[in-house]
């Protein structure tokens, strides 16, 4: 298992293909195996996906909740276009959940 740091871009992809294989239905260990990362990486990422339904930085997301709580009658097209703004898109279901998950 390779311990030297992935640039951001490969860091990204390897995000999205542990996902599409935990979906698939493969295990931590066959994921870390596969492709050569650390257990406690495939971990930590298919455990933010369970709960914030993306792999992306979060940053993007908490300014949409701080912009929700601000105003309660936002509705999710305006934080998904704020999103945007940003130069992150995110889809209308994770910023569903992430209002939902804050009791919004």
Known sequence: VSSKPLPFTTEVHIKD?????YKVGWGYKTIFKALWVSWIFVQAI????????????????????????????????DLQRSTTQLGKS???????SAVHKIGL
């Open 17 to 21: 293909k542990i996902v599409e294989n």
């Open 90 to 96: 995110v889809n209308r279901e994770a910023i569903r």
């Open 46 to 77: 298919v455990l933010k996906w369970k709960d914030y339904d993306t792999t992306g930085l979060l940053r993007v997301r908490r300014a949409s909740i701080r912009k929700a709580a601000k105003r309660h009658m936002v509705n999710l097209e």
